[in-house]
């Protein structure tokens, strides 16, 4: 059983008021919505906490990777993803997890290599693609809709660059993540014949890490991707197999949490890692608040920052700005510890770091997160602790479900839909019609009005 705890302590500091009032509230409004979340999970839409689609992925991933020949022995040394979104913030995020070490000195050249190309950067895509092998580079190109620009713009560039060099054979090369029926990259795999694995049904990109969209990647590069969907399922399955017990999950109350920092006007709520390696999950969390919840004027503003290094840059706004702030702080007391002070007998300690002797550099990082605990309770920042007991897989997979599950929750007590993400539409709408996409003249007049807005320019 996983010993990863939510600390209250400094939850209700600040304006939020009574405390036993919020948590009666918690076990009221949780038997009001635990026949939705029946009723849900039973339609099949909250497939990230019920997860039906787990049998078939771990049957299926180890086949389609087999084909691949991937492993230590196998050709395939890049894996070059092409997503945006929800569909590569997850697999960074696991990638800079748990596969540091192709950011390090020394990193064995035979790899695995995980490039993630997630923007519409010229300059990236012509260096990965000037010095990527192509014999030894597998393609995954992640897209739910299969009709992303982004996603598809970068395809189709590789996909002639694949062609070029290997011909006939480019096909085998490439793995599309995409939904099972429909969308343009569906239909690429058909005509193509490429292989392929499915995004679940209702599982949009920012719920889909513990999908082939990460698990992917993760296989690739020799995690445990196993204990990741494990993890995940330790944290979803009481409430899967009882939707009555909504009210006792941590989900839920972290939930309310939100909703009442929301009602006492904090508008801001920080991620504040301080496990310094799963800094990447400050941005897949944000990603997943603000397109979940940033609707109909409501929300609150993500803002992911990463101990200690934040601490010389957000953490003066954080304590001493306005007070708008929540925060939820990530914590372990499981990282390595390093190296220790004082052991150069050559070059003792400095008088004024004498204090350091036989103290190890992680006794650092943990005294400088009690350090801003301390700071952030002296300005009645509300608090939340998320202390996880190891910071493996299955942890991770722990902490990506109770968060999916918590911001979807959040979207209920807000009285809007946490799946969809209706504003960022309109823009790229916009943009297909500045590109000539037939289909759009609504979207190009309005681009004609927003280019008739007058201007002023100042050279600088
Ligand atoms: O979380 C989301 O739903 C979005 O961020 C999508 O992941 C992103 O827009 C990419 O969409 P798609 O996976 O359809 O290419």
């Known amino acids: 059983m996983s ?10 500091q600040g304006r939020l008021g009574d405390k036993q009032a919020l948590w009666d509230g918690v ?3 949780a038997g009001q919505y635990a026949p939705r979340l029946a009723k849900e999970l039973a339609a099949g839409t909250l497939p990230f906490i019920n997860m039906p689609y787990l049998t078939a992925l771990k049957t299926e991933l180890p086949k389609v990777m087999a084909k691949f020949g991937i492993g230590p022995d196998g050709e395939l040394k890049h ?7 929800g569909s590569a913030l997850g697999p960074r995020a696991l990638q800079k997890a748990f596969m540091p070490q192709q950011d390090w000195p020394g990193y064995d050249a035979s790899g695995p290599h995980l490039w993630i190309a997630d923007n519409v950067d010229a300059a990236s895509l012509d260096a990965w693609l000037d010095k990527l092998p192509p014999k030894e580079t597998l393609v995954v190109v992640i897209s739910k809709s299969g009709g992303t620009i982004e996603t598809m713009a970068q395809y189709l560039l590789v996909r002639e660059w694949l062609c070029r060099a290997l011909g006939e054979d480019w096909t085998k090369h490439v793995l599309a993540i995409t939904d099972e029926k429909q969308g343009a990259l569906r239909q690429e795999c058909d005509e193509k014949g490429l292989a392929s694995l499915p995004v679940p049904d209702h599982l949009g990109g920012r719920y889909s890490v513990l999908s082939a969209v990460g698990m992917v990647p993760a296989y690739f590069c020799g995690m445990d991707w196993k204990a990741l969907l494990a993890g995940a399922a330790a944290v979803t399955a009481p409430l899967a197999a009882n939707p009555q017990s909504l009210g006792n999950h941590p989900a839920w109350r972290l939930a309310c ?4 920092l929301l009602d006492a006007n904090y508008s801001q709520l920080i991620f504040f890692s301080y496990i310094p390696a799963w800094a990447c999950f400050g941005s897949w969390f944000c990603q997943l608040w603000a397109e979940s919840l940033g609707k109909a004027g409501q929300g609150s503003m993500p803002l992911p920052a990463v101990g200690v290094t934040d601490q010389h840059s957000l953490l003066q706004m954080f304590l001493d700005g306005p007070k708008d702030k929540g925060c939820l702080f990530l914590e372990s007391g499981g990282l390595p510890l390093g190296r220790a002070f004082g052991m150069d007998a050559v ?5 004024q770091w004498a204090y350091l002797m036989g103290q190890r550099f992680g006794h650092l990082l943990a005294a400088e997160g009690v350090g801003t605990l301390g700071a952030m309770a002296a300005q009645q920042v ?9 910071t493996d897989e299955a942890a991770a997979g722990s902490l990506i479900a109770l968060l999916e599950m918590a911001t979807v929750f959040t979207g209920w007590l807000l009285g809007i ?5 209706p504003a960022v539409e309109y823009g790229k709408r916009l943009a297909n019609a500045r590109l000539g996409a037939p289909g759009y003249a609504e979207e190009q007049a309005a681009l004609d009005k927003y280019f008739a807005l007058p201007d002023e320019e100042q050279v600088f």
Do not use: C, F, T, Y
Not at 257 to 260: N, R, S, T
Not at 417 to 421: I, T, Y
């Open 382 to 390: 509300p608090l939340v602790r998320l202390n996880m007991e190891k």
């Open 347 to 351: 070059n003792p300690l400095p008088k």
């Open 257 to 260: 949490w939100a909703k009442a």
């Open 417 to 421: 839909d946490p799946l969809d993400q």
């Open 27 to 29: 076990a009221s409004q």
């Open 79 to 85: 894996l070059l993803l092409l997503g945006i979104g």
């Open 3 to 12: 010993m990863n705890k939510l600390h209250w302590g400094q939850a209700l």
